[in-house]
Antibody, heavy 119, light 111 residues
Framework: EVQLVESGGGLVQPGGSLRLSCTAS????????MSWVRQAPGKGLEWVAN????????YYVDSVKGRFTISRDNAKRSLDLQMNSLRVEDTAVYYC????????????WGQGTLVTVSS | QSALTQPASVSGSPGQSIAISCTGT?????????VSWYQQHPGKAPKLMIY???NRPSGISDRFSGSKSGNTASLTISGLQAEDEAEYYC???????????FGTGTKVTVL
């Protein structure tokens, strides 16, 4: 059974940093692109970042470029999102999701982890 | 990159069919057959219902179907059931700087 479990969310002040992690099981992690998608409270879904199987390609939504970094450790079956210079508008539930290729659908999602940016 | 446009809400009675539209541009919906649809129940993670415009993942009921014409994609739910009540989001690959764009979301209510 495919499982994706996010961790690392919490309350952080504006300008602060937070690192999210996603641990994968039930599939060959190194064979899939992975993504982060977020959802602000009461709002819609927003794609945040993609990373290729070997980490050689990374893509970000414009609003997080230069502040967020997506990375992966295939040996540990883990996906990370380093978030720096956090803003109030980054407050959201962050989901880790698996996709087959760069343009493939998000076939499996984690349960999400809440990040709250507030003073 | 703007979100794809969906109606805020759609409703129907049990057994009826409803359709949800998803309007984008030639840079996303109209330019690629990489349109997906996701179902999200309150407090839960999204679930893939349709991919590549009209394909259903294994385990998804054939009551759910997808189509596309020009810059607008559609999700049709036939034989509406109580458990179909949820928020639905479309998404599309995009040629802009944002590789993937989601729709604004549609709340489906079963009367």
């Amino acid at each position: 059974e495919v499982q994706l479990v996010e961790s690392g969310g919490g309350l952080v002040q504006p300008g602060g940093s937070l690192r999210l992690s996603c641990t994968a099981s039930g599939f060959t992690f190194s064979s899939y692109w992975m993504s982060w998608v977020r959802q602000a409270p009461g709002k819609g879904l927003e794609w945040v970042a993609n990373i290729k199987q070997d980490g050689s390609e990374k893509y970000y939504v414009d609003s997080v470029k230069g502040r967020f970094t997506i990375s992966r450790d295939n040996a540990k079956r883990s996906l990370d999102l380093q978030m720096n210079s956090l803003r109030v508008e980054d407050t959201a539930v962050y989901y880790c999701a698996r996709r087959g290729g760069a343009s493939s659908p998000l076939g499996y999602w984690g349960q999400g982890t809440l990040v709250t940016v507030s003073s | 990159q703007s979100a794809l446009t969906q109606p805020a809400s759609v409703s129907g009675s049990p057994g009826q069919s409803i359709a949800i539209s998803c309007t984008g541009t030639s840079s996303d919906v109209g330019g690629y057959n990489y349109v997906s649809w996701y179902q999200q129940h309150p407090g839960k993670a999204p679930k893939l219902m349709i991919y590549e415009v009209s394909n259903r993942p294994s385990g998804i009921s054939d009551r759910f179907s997808g189509s596309k014409s020009g810059n607008t994609a559609s999700l049709t739910i036939s034989g509406l059931q109580a458990e179909d009540e949820a928020e639905y989001y479309c998404s599309s690959y995009s040629s802009g700087t944002t590789l993937e764009v989601f729709g604004t979301g549609t709340k489906v209510t079963v009367l």
